[in-house]
């Protein structure tokens, strides 16, 4: 899926040589090591200062930026929240597109996928952190990227809250034959849930 090669980022990341495999990656290491920097990499945030990296076998330096991220696409380890309702936070990807929102019942379907019980109408701003981090993967789920890139995303959350989280991305990325790479601190997360550990 992806390859690697002679990578060299500021003072933070040397790599020779990677590759990440389909299906569920799992980035482990101490604070600090580049794991989110690799993330932003992969997602053409940042440039690398030389190397180059492949994206399923293209070098996504010559791929526009905007068409990659619509394939490969980031959830933060800080939600972001729009303004607006639960509705308005799940169609901002589609307004940002200028495509059509997939309407209200594919909206329920999500939330119904992530577990977020709440109504369309509800307010954003009054999820607690781990419902916002669901309402977040809930509309990255929504434009169907192939790849999703996970910062992450359950710091915020309990270990049963955790659990629930990561599970719910592995069946869908497996159900739907996407990938994910998922930044952890979690040894635990990644031996459970990854099908590849890189640390």
């Given at each position: ?101 997939p309407g209200d019942a594919r909206l329920r379907e999500i939330l119904a996928q992530v577990r977020l019980d709440k109504d369309l109408d509800g307010p954003s701003e009054l999820l607690s952190g781990g419902e916002r981090q669901r309402l977040v993967l809930a509309r990255v789920c929504l434009l169907n990227p192939e790849v999703y890139l996970l910062d992450e995303p359950s710091a915020a959350l309990d270990e049963h ?39």
């Open positions: 899926m992806f390859r690697i090669e002679n990578l060299v980022y500021q003072e933070i990341l040397d790599i020779n040589e990677l590759r990440i495999k389909p299906g569920m990656t799992a980035l482990l290491g101490p604070s600090g090591c580049g794991k989110s920097t690799l993330l932003r990499l992969l997602n053409k945030l940042v440039s690398p200062d030389a190397g180059h990296i492949f994206y399923k076998g293209v070098d996504i330096a010559e791929v526009p930026s905007v068409e990659h991220r619509r394939r490969v696409m980031m959830l933060s380890q800080s939600p972001v929240l729009f303004p607006g309702n639960i509705r308005d936070n799940l169609e901002v990807g589609f307004r940002l597109q200028k495509a059509e929102s809250a955790e659990d629930e989280l990561v599970a719910m991305v592995k069946t869908h990325i497996r159900s739907e034959g996407k990938s994910a790479v998922m930044v952890t601190h979690s040894r635990r997360v990644a031996e459970r849930y990854a099908d590849d550990l890189l640390v």
